[in-house]
Each structure stands twice: as structure tokens, then as C-alpha cells.
């Protein structure tokens, strides 16, 4: 009878934590207020959201150059810890790619990480930068995305190794790690600083690169922009907090805009892309990436001891 008993209540505590994992990490979507309200979007001022998400750098093949940029077929390989992750294609296409999506679902693809279908997304689609981002520049996006070319063809799907296929734990991890709050404070007041915030931790995502991670692949903000191992496998990417990077935001600025660094050395690695980007946006915006570098908190380079 005990063992009845025994074998009842494990049954029981199974249900119980099976259904409590299920509730826990079901696929979040945006308020249907945020959606509602989501206006009609403007492709003009959608371009430079491209440019500042730096879609083409993933989306776009490699090495593509001009026009070619536009071409956002995927299939860029995404090389990480736990497995390698393919990006998809995202042009206009209705059947392989994003052209039959709504506003609504790129939102909620952007800002919450889910599929239109209702799946988590992997977090190697950065949207836990681009959660901050205004839906307002999302509609813009969205109708800049849809004058691109149509691209045919799926890319491949991502090579992933048990549990990272299961996508339902990608719920447990967006519970730890997804939060559109703003990981500095600035001075409000400051409408520079504050575009400058706006820039890195959202749209630029650059914190994605130059943040030191965990072992569960959650960036640690307390690092925040400290420099981390490159993920090519080559190097670091660099400290860029004032206590790894002493240019001075003029410096910065004509940096993101030419490629050019002070000592008159020119951009290289991956960063190449993401400089030709920043150059497609207008000056004050550089001007603000400057500035909020400037008052992120100061970070001790890796192997160094100073703050």
C-alpha cells in the first residue's frame, strides 16, 4: 500500500512541476495595448533603423557589398558554445521569408523573441537588446523591410545539439535574462545621452558582442561593455568603457563614421560591418554613441587590475 502511495505521489509532483515548466516558459507576446497602437510605419526613417540594427550584417551574405546588402536571404552561420546557429532569411519573400508577417509579428519577433507560429526564438536573434527599442521604429522597420528584394529559398536550420533543441527551455532563460529596462541610468535630461542609450543597448545591440557572458550565455551587465572572447574564436572584443577605451567622443564619432581610429588605423575583424553601418546613420546619432560611451560606468580591461 506504501508503495502505492510512493508511486501516486511522485506521478503527482510530476504533473504538478511538468505543468508549472509549461506555465513558466510559454512564449510571452507583446500587450495587445502595444500592439494596437502600433502606427502605420514609415520606410524613409525605417532605413535608418535598419542600418542602426545592423540587419544586413547577419541577414545579408557574406561579404555582400552595395546593393547586395539589401539581398536578406540568410544563411550566415553563427558559430557558439552551444551549437551553430543559421541566420534566416528575412526578405520580402511571403513563402521564405517575412513578407507575409505583420507589424504585430516582427514586434513581437523583436521585442519578445517569439515566432508568429508561437515559438521562442533562440537568443542568438538578439532581441534582448532590441526588447528596449521604441515599436514606433519597429512599424518603420517593417516598412522599410518590405520594399527589399524577395529572396528565394529557406536557409538551413540550425545545428544544435540535445537540450539546446528544445526550444520550450528558451522560456526558463528569457525569465532570467530578457528585460527592457535600460542597463545604465543617464541623466534624463540629456537628450543626447539618452539617444546615445537608446542606440547601443537597443537597436545597436552592441552590448551583444562586447559583453562578457555567463555560462548559461546571459550577458553579465554588471561587465556591462567590458569586452568578451570573440565569438569566431579569435581574440577579444575589445573593452569600449572608459577604462578600456580613452578616445574622446569626438574621437568615437569620426570613428563610427570613417573607419579610422586616432592613431590613424583603420577598422577591421567584424567590426568592419558594423562600422559601415553606423556611417549610414546621421551625425548627431554617432555624436550621441559617443557621448553615452562616455559616461558608462568604467571597466577593468580583461587580464588587467585597473577600474
Not at 536550420?157 to 530578457?178: C, D, I, N, S, Y
Request: charged share 20%.
Amino acid at each position: 500500500m506504501l508503495g502505492w502511495r510512493l508511486l501516486f505521489a511522485a506521478i503527482l509532483l510530476a504533473l504538478v512541476g511538468g505543468g508549472a515548466f509549461w506555465l513558466l516558459t510559454r512564449p510571452e507576446r507583446l500587450e495587445l495595448a502595444t500592439l494596437s497602437a502600433l502606427p502605420e510605419g514609415d520606410a524613409g526613417r525605417g532605413e535608418l533603423v535598419f542600418w542602426a540594427g545592423g540587419c544586413a550584417s547577419c541577414h545579408a551574405a557574406e561579404g555582400a557589398k552595395d546593393e547586395e546588402k539589401l539581398r536578406l536571404g540568410g544563411g550566415r552561420r553563427l558559430a557558439s558554445d552551444f551549437g551553430t546557429f543559421v541566420a534566416p532569411n528575412i526578405s520580402s519573400d511571403p513563402e521564405d521569408g517575412i513578407g507575409a508577417w505583420t507589424t504585430a509579428d516582427l514586434a513581437n519577433a523583436m521585442m519578445r523573441g517569439v515566432s508568429p507560429d508561437g515559438r521562442h526564438y533562440y537568443p542568438a536573434f538578439p532581441y534582448t537588446s532590441y526588447a528596449r527599442m521604441d515599436p514606433a521604429d519597429i512599424a518603420d522597420l517593417r516598412a522599410y523591410l518590405a520594399t527589399l528584394p524577395a529572396v528565394q529559398g529557406r536557409a538551413p536550420g540550425h545545428e544544435l545539439a540535445f537540450p539546446f533543441t528544445l526550444r520550450r527551455g528558451v522560456g526558463l532563460w528569457k525569465l532570467a535574462f530578457l528585460s527592457d529596462a535600460p542597463v545604465i541610468a543617464v541623466d534624463e535630461a540629456d537628450p543626447r545621452l539618452v539617444r546615445g542609450r537608446y542606440l547601443v543597448e537597443g537597436p545597436g545591440h552592441c552590448g551583444e558582442c562586447h559583453t562578457p557572458r555567463n555560462l548559461a550565455g546571459g550577458l553579465e551587465k554588471s561587465r556591462w561593455l567590458a569586452g568578451a572572447p570573440n565569438p569566431e574564436g579569435k581574440g577579444r572584443i575589445p573593452n569600449i568603457t572608459p577604462g578600456g577605451l580613452d578616445w574622446s567622443p569626438g574621437d568615437i564619432a569620426y570613428y563610427l563614421e570613417t573607419g579610422f581610429t586616432p592613431e590613424f588605423d583603420s577598422v577591421g575583424g567584424s567590426m568592419v560591418a558594423v562600422q559601415q553601418n553606423m556611417a549610414m546613420l546621421p551625425a548627431p546619432d554617432r555624436e550621441a554613441i559617443a557621448a553615452y560611451l562616455g559616461v558608462v560606468p568604467a571597466q577593468a580591461s580583461s587580464g588587467s587590475s585597473g577600474g
